[in-house]
């Protein structure tokens, strides 16, 4: 995929800013607080409606504007869309060649961005949570369906918890909710393990590219119930056994949604025994490796790195910038940079 335009109108603090986007590397510099990360966070807003800033839409708007627009033009192949958000304070609208979208799987299936922020440099560190995201998202972009299932499990897990909020629990109406959510699970359970041993042998490769060294990572899937034969009996099995728990927290203690993951570098948990720079350097291997899963090289996802470079030394943002023309498109923020060969969008007050 590739953006060959994109426009912000009152976008945080940007009041109009149009930009002709190449192929291969476009790099965005500027000073700190001049809107390159606005930049950003509007080209990843294209792909799942939302700010990887974890903002509400109402923030996105310029202060002491009515509304705030995102238009692009984004080409698969031989194929343009125009996309357009538009924002004010009664919520959002999005189009996709004029039509109004009604499901973001609609526009998931248009537009597909990874990206690649500094915080993430604490992801194996940080929240189980931000770990699931990326499972979620990724598998959601290579296998529609599965957002679907995950749109659905997060519907019958909000109905379970009501139930258990309610002064009185009804056992039938808990147990049909559980019966559901065990069902939907099975799926999940199985995408997710599949996708983490994909991921796993395109990690290493990408990881021995980026450091130039011969690590072996692994990727370690800690599901809820172990998948194989008779999942649904063994899941029933321990929804029963945290009944208790449910009961006295007032929400459903197990499940896919409290899942995660790890990572070992060499044989020991990266999160543990890791560097900040290893830590560093395979949390941007793994954020690029969904990149290589997507087979159909026209769907293959636009690359985002915002202020990535200022973290990393010589010899690492060379091996990078080798490593990220090999993709089709890439936008990198930075306060300077020089790439030969790279198209250059220099933001000013």
């Known amino acids: 995929m590739v953006i060959k335009s994109l426009t912000l109108k009152n976008f945080r603090n940007h009041p109009y800013s149009t930009f002709e986007f190449s192929e291969g590397l476009n790099i965005i510099t500027g000073p700190n607080a001049i809107g390159k990360t606005n930049i950003a966070e509007a080209i990843y807003y294209l792909s799942l409606v ?111 918890n009501e139930v258990l909020k309610s002064p009185k629990i009804d056992p039938v109406l808990l147990e049909a909710n559980t019966e559901m959510l065990i069902e939907i699970s099975d799926s999940i359970v199985n995408y997710r393990q599949l996708y983490v041993k994909d991921i796993t042998d395109i990690l290493n490769k990408i990881t ?36 208790e728990s449910d009961f006295k927290q007032k929400a459903t203690t197990i499940g896919i949604h409290r899942e995660d993951f790890s990572i ?48 990393l030394d010589k010899a690492h943002c060379q091996k990078l910038i080798k490593f990220l023309k090999k993709m089709k498109q890439v936008f990198i923020t930075a306060t300077s940079l020089e790439v030969e060969g790279a198209s250059y969008y220099q933001i000013k007050k």
Request: proline residues 4%; aromatic residues 8%; hydrophobic residues 35%.
């Open 50 to 160: 939302r700010s990887f800033r974890g903002v509400d839409d109402i923030d996105l708007i310029q202060k002491g504007k009515e509304r705030s627009e995102i238009q692009a033009v984004v080409s698969e192949g031989e194929l343009n869309r125009k996309i357009h958000v538009l924002f004010d304070k009664q919520g959002r609208r999005v189009l996709i060649n004029g039509k109004p979208v009604q499901k973001i799987s609609e526009l998931a299936k248009c537009v597909n961005v990874v990206i690649f922020e500094p915080k993430d440099v604490m992801l194996f560190k940080g929240s189980p949570k931000d770990r699931r995201n990326f499972l979620d998202i990724n598998i959601s972009k290579k296998s529609i369906p599965y957002f679907d299932l995950k749109s659905r499990y997060d519907k019958v897990l909000r109905e379970r």
């Open 208 to 243: 021995r590219a980026l450091t130039g060294e011969g690590a072996k990572v692994e990727v370690h899937y800690k599901s809820f119930i172990e998948p194989g034969p008779n999942f649904k009996t063994r899941a029933k099995e321990a929804f029963k056994r945290a009944e």
């Open 264 to 311: 070992s570098l060499n044989g020991r948990d990266i999160a543990l025994f890791g560097s900040q720079g290893e830590n560093r350097m395979v949390a941007l291997a793994l954020k690029l490796s969904p990149y290589f899963l997507i087979e159909d090289r026209d769907k293959r996802p636009i690359v985002v790195l915002d202020d990535v470079m200022s973290e």
